[in-house]
């Protein structure tokens, strides 16, 4: 027979969201319990510099979300290990099951599962994944000291990583679909500046080429957007970069989501269409998808929380 823990508040992840929603809910003496999913810290882990967290000027994203997890069990969090494999949202208490075994009933729920990497869904993507294609510079530069590496999308993740790169490859080609980064200003000017960086814009990539045995990547072909034109580019690393989409996995058949999967909440509010059941950070927020906005939104989902269950009392 599983086990069964009760609680007050259960919330379902681990980043900026999460914490912080636990840190408020401790606080408000509703011991909740924090199941922590595959990727203990969130996103946020798989990054180096992070400089626009408030109060710090430059802190590692591992460091960061090894002090928010600190930050939440000094105030009397109970953190978990586990990943909630199915929500059952249709009564209360809600009731969610763990890979563990362990069965969660829970009288509210904070959602703050945010977002995992997008793929090109390429077949020769898939093939060469782990073996040359990666979605995390931070995980997977280093296996790439002196060799040239692509790096596609056209955000602040691509440019950041592209960035981070140079500190092993002998060469970073950013290759971007639009003649126009959406990154932030301060990082465009930083990719413009490195020598070790060549954009090339108006580009897509068509296959990713390798090596059978051992499997391993050595190049890239890709197409120019309007004349068609395709160019085989050597690298032994491909970072695909192009944006993350709402891990919305446990819920999206029973709640609203819009703009590609993002969980809908009321206005002003983490509230979701089920009364008890609030929704922060990246699950929620197809526009700003910064850690101190979905830090943001965990305060205020624990902070309803806290409303609903007084108000049930
Ligand atoms: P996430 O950080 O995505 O965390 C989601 C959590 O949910 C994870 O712990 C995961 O394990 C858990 N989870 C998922 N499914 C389950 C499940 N079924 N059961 C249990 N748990 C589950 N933002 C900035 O403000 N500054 C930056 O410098 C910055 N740099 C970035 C660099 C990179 C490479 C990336 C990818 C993002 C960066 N961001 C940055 C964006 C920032 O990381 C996100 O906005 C923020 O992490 C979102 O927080 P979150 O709590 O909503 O979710
Ligand atoms: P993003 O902002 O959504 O950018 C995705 C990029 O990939 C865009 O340039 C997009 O091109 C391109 N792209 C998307 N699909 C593609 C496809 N199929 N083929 C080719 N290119 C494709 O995603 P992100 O860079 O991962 O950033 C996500 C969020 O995290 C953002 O809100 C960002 O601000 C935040 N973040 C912040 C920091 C920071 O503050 N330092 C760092 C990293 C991330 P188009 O431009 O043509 O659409």
């Not at 999460?18 to 011991?31: F, I, P, Q, W």
């Not at 092993?168 to 990154?183: G, N």
């Amino acid at each position: 027979m599983s086990d069964i823990r009760n609680t007050k508040v259960l919330i379902i992840g681990s980043g900026p969201a999460g914490y912080t929603a636990a840190v408020y809910a401790s606080r408000a003496m509703l011991e909740p319990i924090l199941v922590q999913g595959m990727e203990p810290g969130g996103q946020l882990t798989t990054t180096t510099d992070v400089e626009n967290w408030p109060g710090e000027t430059e802190i590692q994203g591992p460091d960061l979300m090894i002090n928010m997890e600190a930050h939440a069990k000094a105030v009397g969090t109970e953190i978990i290990g586990d990943l909630i494999t199915d929500l059952d949202l249709s009564e209360r208490p809600f009731t969610a099951t763990g890979d563990s075994g362990m069965i969660y009933k829970a009288d509210a729920v904070i959602l703050a599962t945010g977002a995992r990497a997008k793929w090109l869904g390429l077949d020769s993507e898939e093939k060469f994944k782990g073996f040359g294609v990666s979605a995390c510079a931070t995980c997977d530069g280093f296996f790439y000291r002196g060799q040239e590496i692509i790096v596609i999308g056209g955000g602040n993740t691509a440019v950041e990583e592209a960035l981070f790169l140079t500190n092993f490859a002998s060469k970073v080609t950013l290759i971007h679909r639009r003649d126009e980064l959406r990154a932030e200003k301060i990082l465009i000017d930083r990719l413009m500046k490195n020598e070790k960086i060549e954009p090339l814009w108006d580009h897509v990539l068509e296959e990713v080429v390798g090596d059978e045995d051992p499997l391993g990547v050595t190049g890239v072909r890709v197409k120019h957007v309007t004349t068609g034109e395709i160019t085989e580019i050597p690298a032994k690393g491909v970072f695909v970069a192009i944006g993350h989409a709402p891990a919305n996995e446990l819920v999206k058949d029973v709640l609203e989501t819009h703009m590609g999967g993002y969980v809908v909440t009321k206005p002003d509010s983490t509230a979701t269409s089920i009364p008890g059941v609030f929704a922060a950070g990246d699950l929620t927020d197809y526009k700003y998808r910064q850690a101190v906005t979905s830090a943001g939104m965990g305060c205020m989902a624990a902070l309803e929380a806290e409303h609903f269950l007084a108000e049930q009392e």
